[in-house]
């Protein structure tokens, strides 16, 4: 049976409004001829003309945190406990089974900016396309923020997942969620304006927040989910293993047999 392999990540970029102002990755790009004087220290002797094809190497440095790009939360990015009161764990510390396990895409690409997904959306979704959740298997959300990604308004667009439909996921025995969205919650203008009006503090960062009651990880800025059927394809998302990191980059991807 063909294998098609889906890339569900974003690239990590500077210069694009893929965080909220100030939070944006740097990436400084070295070029082979801007590399040639370090290169010459490792080699007492060689001039710039005998290295081959006289050119260095190139290389990035990048300031990054662990929440840019495509990447994986840990139950310690949400709170210091989970599971009822459990040390919360990071991210080197959660099972690599979560990571590569059959997928589940729910279409939430209708709800408009700022809506908190439900438990009762999440049924009607799940019988929209025929589907009941098993442990493990990941669950993808595709937002309305996944076609903004990289312009002005990215941030501020898609519905945001809420402690009622985190928590009717978790569970039933999912432990790894994701979004195409900048985060698994609405989007803090949506909520800020929501929580001026009723003084609610339990609405602010709900959904993370509700890891506190069964830990589970979820990544954030995925991409290409309108490519992905309801089911049928396997997502690996391994994250970079960040000693007691809140996060770690991934290069998540879904595999399709066709």
């Known amino acids: 049976m063909a294998r098609r392999i889906v890339d569900i990540s974003v690239a990590l ?22 590399s040639i004087p370090r290169m010459l220290r490792h080699f007492p002797g060689m001039t710039p003309e ?19 790009g495509t990447h994986v939360d840990a139950p310690w990015h949400y709170a210091t406990t989970m599971d009822g009161g459990q ?22 690409r209708h709800f408009s900016d700022g809506y908190v997904v439900s438990a009762a959306d999440i049924e009607v979704e799940l019988a929209r396309i025929g589907h009941t ?6 669950v993808v959300v595709n937002t309305a923020a996944g076609a903004r ?28 969620v994701g979004t195409d969205a900048w985060s698994w919650d609405a989007p803090f203008v949506h909520t ?20 506190r009651e069964i830990g589970y990880c979820q990544i ?32 998540a991807v879904a595999v399709l047999d066709e």
């Open 87 to 108: 040390r919360a764990a990071t991210i080197d510390e959660i099972p690599l089974e979560w990571f590569h396990q059959p997928g589940v895409k729910l279409d939430f």
């Open 13 to 34: 970029q500077a210069g694009i409004a893929s965080d909220p102002t100030g939070g944006e990755p740097k990436i400084h790009y070295e070029g082979h001829q801007e």
């Open 149 to 176: 990604y990289g312009h002005d308004d990215y941030v501020p667009t898609g519905c945001g997942m809420g402690r009622e439909a985190t928590l009717y996921l978790t569970s039933r025995g999912i432990r790894v």
């Open 133 to 138: 959740l098993s442990p493990l298997e990941i």
């Open 192 to 211: 800020a304006k929501r929580f001026a009006a009723s003084g609610d503090a339990s609405i602010i960062w709900e959904g993370h927040k509700s890891g």
């Open 220 to 251: 954030e800025k995925l991409a290409n989910l309108d490519q992905l059927p309801a089911t049928g394809f396997t997502v690996i998302c391994f994250p970079v293993k960040v000693k007691s990191g809140s996060a770690g980059w991934t290069r």
């Open 50 to 68: 005998r290295l081959p094809g006289g050119e260095g190497w190139a290389t990035e440095q990048c300031q990054i945190s662990t929440h840019n």
